[in-house]
């Protein structure tokens, strides 16, 4: 009787196994996929997709009721549009200061190592509780290299504008002074460099402001414009003779860090540059705001304070070369200029245009100089808001050196990349198909034949913030 149960309770058991079978949905089996499904009358059905390592899929047909145990659920991978996000365009945080950081200690004076003094910053951090890295903005005040300061109003305004939109900004002093003459205001100039390149390695260093290494940008008026193009572009081999015959490097300077560091891109305001050679040397974007007349900074070519319109091709610059080399010859200690021949924003533009460097180009009518302020040396408010957020928008659109391409690969069919080394966080959905596999930065596409659409899409966040959202129709 109790044996008579038993088998009762077992065929029992075998029957209730053999009745459990698999729903309507997508399976993974050995070398591919199968879908079951219902037909028109209601009966249970299956096709497999076979996986050949082509695009689409070989379809065969499947033996659901002899293979229904090896059958397992294909769990679709998690996928959710990311939403539009343009970040570093609008304020969108309170911002904290903290002033008067010493980022070095020099000698005052090249001449006279008894002296020495601090270097000093402020820094404007985003109160936004980030836990990503942020850009950096390093900031040079005007004044000649005479007589500065990274207090200037117009200046501590647009550090905490930036500051508002997520930058981490810093307003940096260097060292100031020279003798009236072009040998000391080179020295004048590239001691300012010197401390510029201490001063990012210096914020580099403190891990607690979370800056992205690879998306540093420099900003500056009239000398500090000056400071801030030297800082993208100058090298070693630009350098005066006067400091590399004192051993100065960039190089090694730079080499203090762990890794070196560029500058994503430049805002020039009624800045110069020494040289235009050094423009060749990085493909840096600069955005320029100067006054066409500028009656300090050349906005061609000329020396600070000499004003000069372009120089006209009037047939005597060999005439006035011989002039100036008797000149020279003749009384050699007598320095006729304080600085050297610079080339303003008109050059700076136009040498860029011709290397295929990307860069804007904001002229203004008008021999005004510092174009933040204006007759009465008051702030310009409508000029000072055009020039800031015209610059915002510029730094915001090269966060992203190149947007995010989705494509399929050459050689390998089912391969689909994303041609972009900066993204964070990306996710894939296939319509009409499978994700067969995915790493970083590309993933593995099976297409069902039968499927009524075929798309591959990716969604997802860039390190700078930014999202994107792209698809490719099959």
């Not at 850009?135 to 508002?164: I, M, T």
């Not at 800056?211 to 009239?222: K, M, N, Q, V, Y």
């Amino acid at each position: 009787m109790r044996t008579r149960h038993l088998t009762g309770l077992l065929c029992l058991a075998l029957a209730l196994s053999c009745s459990r079978s698999v729903e309507p949905g997508l399976y993974t089996a050995q070398g591919g996929f199968v879908r079951v499904f219902l037909d028109s009358l209601g009966n249970k059905k299956a096709i497999m997709y076979r996986d050949t390592s082509a695009l689409w899929a070989d379809t065969l047909a499947f033996d659901l009721k002899a293979q229904e145990k090896s059958l397992k659920p294909y769990h679709e991978p998690e996928f959710h549009l990311f939403p539009e996000r343009e970040l570093y365009r609008e304020p969108a945080f309170k911002v904290g200061e903290n002033r008067d950081i010493v980022y070095g200690r020099v000698v005052k004076n090249v001449d006279d190592d008894r002296e020495r003094m601090d270097l000093k910053l402020d820094l404007f951090v985003p109160e936004d509780g980030a836990r990503t890295a942020r850009p950096l903005l390093v900031a040079f005040h005007g004044g000649a290299f005479q007589n500065g300061d990274k207090r200037d109003s117009s200046l501590v305004e647009w550090c905490r504008y930036f500051a508002s939109l997520g930058y981490v900004v810093s307003s940096v002093d260097y060292r100031q002074g020279y003798r009236r003459n072009e040998k000391e205001t080179d020295e004048a100039m590239f001691r300012a460099l010197k401390d510029a390149n201490a001063a990012v390695r210096f914020l580099l260093k403190r891990d607690s402001l979370l800056i992205h290494s690879d998306r540093i940008f420099a900003a500056g008026a009239d000398a500090g414009a000056i400071t801030a193009m030297n800082l993208a572009f100058m090298r070693d081999e630009n350098m005066p003779v006067v400091m590399t015959e004192r051993g100065d490097s960039l190089i090694a300077s730079r080499q203090q860090l762990l890794r070196g560091f560029d500058i994503r891109a430049v805002a020039n305001l009624w800045g110069a540059v020494p040289d235009t050679a050094i423009l060749r040397n990085a493909k840096i974007p600069v955005i320029s705001f100067q006054s066409k007349e500028d009656a300090e900074i050349p906005f061609w070519t000329g020396r600070p304070f000499e004003r000069q319109d372009e120089k006209p091709d009037d047939g005597f610059d060999f005439l006035r070369s011989i002039f100036e080399s008797i000149v020279s010859v003749f009384v050699p200690d007598v320095e006729r200029h304080v600085f050297r021949e610079m080339y303003g924003a008109g050059v700076i533009h136009r040498v860029l245009k011709r290397a295929g460097t990307a860069n804007e180009l904001h002229a203004y009518d008008g021999a005004r100089h510092n174009l933040f302020l204006d007759d009465e040396g008051n702030i310009d408010f409508p000029v000072y808001d055009e020039i800031k957020e015209q610059t915002a928008a510029f730094f915001a659109s090269r966060m992203v050196v190149a947007p995010v391409s989705l494509r399929q690969d050459a050689e390998d069919p089912q391969l689909f990349i994303i041609d972009n080394t900066e993204v964070e966080t990306c996710l894939w959905k296939v319509e009409g198909g499978v994700l067969v596999g995915k790493g970083d930065d590309a993933a593995r596409i099976l297409l069902f034949p039968d499927a009524p659409v075929h798309s591959v899409s990716v969604s997802g966040e860039y390190l700078s913030g930014e999202t994107f959202n792209e698809t490719i129709e099959l």
